[in-house]
């Protein structure tokens, strides 16, 4: 899997984007040598994600090639340094999006390490050493412990891969919003795909009533009869829209192409909230009016800090919540990246980094 040199790096094969085609191909490169508050990770499974595409593509012109992607990472650990007390050989751990940040200013303090002006990102950022972070598609990971989480023995280790990044998107604006318990809300989920899915079971496991808004038709039994909505808005029936004004606490918007928020923000009771995590590449429509007259509120959110995110993992465990996934190997990322592109799948991809027989050898594995 890995092999240490004499100047103390590890040579790790993984796959790696080196131009603007998208495209991944097999390659091998260093990471550092497990030091005193690190872990090392057998990585068995990673998430595709669709920040893969726009890193691999160098759609914001952020990409330094070669870039090996992947945040949504579940493993096993192999190595523990000196300072680690959390972890053990042997343990089940996940990754996400975050390989570091300063740890001193007043939001990594207040566990917030995700609005740390200094995080890196888990791949394509710039570790405290001054090396290129690589992510999850990968053998092997070298990560510190600080932003390590355990991983419930009750939670599938591919279905749980999403959670680190899908997950968490959705699963902190309930707790910004004091949702995670408490008389139960009306709450609204624009978009029905891979975060939009987790956000309606979440929901439902919160004991809140939950409305999906799409604007496709078909997707009506699947919210309501697989996963447990209430109800269910057409966006584009303005009938429907019209029934549906100002009938809900609060919505989380998970649609990353461009869309007005003016029809949504009439679907929320006065002082509701609209909480958007999808994230278009173009400025979006934000309308006056919903919000002077509705005394309506607009917030983003991206992902939550190191603590709660374990805090979500734990929950997971508990209401045996997990991402609905399909699972490729290796030789099957290239396709997956162009089905993702495309919106083909349901509703995340998790690559089998390991070759591990996922799922009970069905390729299709539906998350509880």
Not at 109 to 120: A, I, M, P, R, V
Not at 198 to 219: D, E, N, Q, R, Y
Request: proline content about 4%; hydrophobic content about 35%.
């Amino acid at each position: 899997m890995s092999q240490t040199t004499p100047n103390h790096t590890l040579i790790v094969s993984g796959w790696a984007g080196h131009d603007e085609s998208g495209k991944v191909t097999p390659f091998t490169f260093k990471r550092r040598e497990n030091g005193i508050d690190d872990v090392t990770i057998e990585v068995l499974y990673c998430g595709i994600c669709h920040t893969d595409i726009h890193h691999l593509k160098n759609d914001w012109n952020i990409t330094r090639y070669p870039v090996v992607p992947g945040h949504e990472i579940t493993g096993v650990i192999t190595k523990t340094g000196s300072n680690v007390k959390e972890f053990k050989v042997g343990d089940r751990v996940g990754v996400g999006c975050l390989a570091c940040s300063c740890l001193e200013c007043e939001h990594c303090k207040d566990s917030q390490e995700q609005y740390c002006e200094n995080h890196q990102f888990t791949y394509n950022g710039i570790f405290w050493d001054g090396s290129i972070t690589y992510g999850g598609y990968s053998k092997m990971l070298v990560s510190d412990r600080r932003f390590v989480v355990h991983i419930p023995e009750d939670l599938p280790m591919d279905a749980a891969a999403p959670l680190l990044c899908a997950g968490i998107t959705v699963f902190t604006p309930f707790k910004d919003y004091h949702l995670l318990q408490g008389p139960s809300k009306k709450i609204g989920i624009v978009g029905l795909g891979g975060l939009g899915h987790l956000a309606v079971k979440f929901g439902k496991g919160f004991g809140h009533h939950v409305t999906v808004i799409s604007t496709s038709p078909s997707k009506e039994a699947e919210a309501k009869v697989r996963l447990g909505a209430d109800d269910f808005i057409v966006s584009t029936d303005t009938e429907q829209m019209q029934a549906g004004k100002r009938s809900l606490d609060f919505i989380i918007d998970t649609v990353s192409a461009v869309h007005s928020l003016g029809p949504i923000l009439e679907l929320l009771k006065v002082n509701g909230t609209l909480s958007i995590v999808g994230a278009p590449d173009k400025p979006m429509g934000l309308p006056s009016f919903p919000l002077i007259f509705g005394k309506r509120s607009v917030r983003g959110s991206i992902i939550g800090g190191m603590k709660e995110t374990q805090e979500m993992m734990y929950y997971c465990a508990e209401k045996n919540i997990t991402c609905d996934i399909e699972v490729v190997k290796t030789d099957q990322i290239n396709e997956a990246l162009d089905r993702l592109a495309r919106n083909d799948v349901r509703y995340r991809f998790v690559i089998d980094i390991a070759g591990a027989k996922s799922c009970n050898g069905a390729k299709i594995c539906n998350g509880a």
